[in-house]
């Protein structure tokens, strides 16, 4: 079975241009979560999406970023436009419950704003 | 959220068995307590989850105290591969997201 994947790995853009950042949860699982580390500090969830609705979006730090999760399958992480702060490993997660079941993380996509 | 406190660093040597603690002295009734990990240049690693009873599995052990007042993962027999970060997570019962918060977790160096 296949993972978590996301894409790209690596981005390096300029301050001011948008990027998009896109998960492909594991088939099936209804959960999908976005989180970001940004250097030096913890891993801070982002959002929540249960199918294609936004569950919980508490975390997404300003009106620049627009999360999508268009048919309850793959997400997109939308920046616009990057701001060096933004720069930083976004992973997504999903699973198949909310509570009680673990978490299956992508390997991350490192977001470099230059 | 209840809160969870780890040591920053600890240290083992290779085929020992590592006991790493968490406490989370303001957890509550619904609370499941989750240990995820994370390797250098990957994503968070789901290791084991419980509730109120001590649990197996093949990764670790998870050794929960009587007033669920703080937990304990066990490595039985720590690898190279092993060194990590270690989350230890609570998360609602109740909860209509079940988002992860993660803390600075234990960095678990392992000593060949």
């Known amino acids: 079975e296949a993972g978590v994947t996301q894409f790209p790995s690596h981005s390096v853009i300029e301050k001011g241009q948008t990027v998009t950042l896109r998960c492909d949860p594991i088939s099936g699982h209804d959960n999908l979560y976005w989180y970001r580390r940004v250097m030096g500090k913890e891993i801070k969830f982002l959002l929540h999406?249960?199918?294609?609705?936004?569950?919980?979006e508490s975390g997404m730090p300003n009106n620049r970023f627009l999360a999508e999760r268009t048919g309850g399958t793959y997400s997109t992480l939308k920046v616009q436009p990057a701001e060096l702060e933004d720069s930083g490993v976004y992973f997504c997660?999903?699973?198949?419950?909310?509570?009680?079941?673990?978490?299956?993380f992508g390997p991350g996509t490192r977001l470099t704003v230059t | 959220d209840a809160k969870t406190t780890q040591p920053n660093s600890m240290e083992s040597n290779e085929e020992e068995p590592v006991h790493l603690p968490c406490n989370h002295s303001t957890i509550s009734g619904t609370d499941y307590i989750h240990w995820y990990r994370q390797l250098p240049s990957q994503g968070p690693e789901y290791v084991i989850h419980g509730l109120t009873s001590n649990v197996n599995n093949r990764m670790a052990s998870l050794a929960i105290a009587e007033d669920r007042k703080s937990s304990t993962l066990i490595l039985h027999r720590a690898t190279l591969r092993d060194a990590a970060v270690y989350y230890c997570?609570?998360?609602?019962?109740?909860?209509?997201?079940?988002?992860?918060?993660f803390g600075q977790g234990t960095t678990l160096q392992v000593k060949p």
């Open positions: 999406f249960v199918k294609e609705s936004k569950q919980d």
């Open positions: 997660a999903s699973s198949q419950e909310l509570v009680g079941v673990e978490q299956y």
């Open positions: 997570i609570l998360v609602k019962g109740s909860s209509n997201t079940g988002k992860l918060i």
